[in-house]
């Protein structure tokens, strides 16, 4: 009774059969063939993808004790206690709590971090983060409300040393030059 198919008048369709993708569309023949431009397809080109920056995360749920080391970014939502070293961005998520002495390019703190902080370039203590130790910086940002106890030394980054050429002494210089305005008069 339901989805029955009545049989009566009922003829399959022949299945419709496609060229080939792979064949080449044929072009036609003759002077008319010249007179038609051929559509021209461009080959496709890659998109050149920005390098994926390295993070990793240590989740609200984890406890680490010991040394961490990396040179990726970092988040901490959990714990720690020891000490944390990158070469790159430290943050410090609202639910992080940090025991550790803190040593980075960048530092970021939106948890707790009890510990100095020595960092290259800039720290930022966020609205609700707090820190009780010392910083070493080259910069800081400290937004209200956010909690701080310790000594602040700012540092200014090292300027690159470069080397001038010495220039020899300027006497034989112009002795050549005193003989070759002689030699053309």
């Known amino acids: ?20 993708r792979s064949a080449p569309a044929l072009a036609p023949a003759g002077p008319a063939a010249q007179a038609l431009p051929l559509p021209a ?15 990793a995360t240590i989740g609200p749920s984890m406890r680490i004790i010991g040394d961490i080391r990396t040179h990726e970014e970092l988040l901490i939502d959990g714990e720690v206690e020891g000490s944390v070293e990158s070469h790159s961005l430290i943050t410090v998520g609202p639910s992080g709590k940090v025991s ?15 510990g100095n902080v020595e960092v290259a370039e800039k720290i930022a203590i966020r609205e609700q983060g707090s820190l009780v130790g010392d910083i070493k910086a080259a910069g800081i ?12 030394d700012i540092i200014r980054p090292e300027p ?3 080397t001038r050429p010495v220039k020899a002494d300027a006497r ?13 008069g």
């Open 41 to 55: 397809s461009p080959a496709p080109r890659a998109e050149p993808r920005p390098p994926m920056r390295q993070s």
């Open 141 to 152: 940002g400290i937004d209200d409300g956010a909690y701080f106890k310790g000594s602040i």
């Open 1 to 20: 009774m339901w989805n029955k198919r009545s049989d009566e008048g009922y003829a399959p369709k022949p299945p419709q059969t496609e060229p080939p």
């Open 160 to 162: 690159k040393v470069t």
């Open 100 to 114: 550790a002495n803190i040593k980075a390019r960048e530092v970021t703190i939106f948890g707790q971090v009890q």
């Open 172 to 184: 034989p210089a112009e002795s050549h030059v005193e003989a070759s305005v002689a030699r053309s």
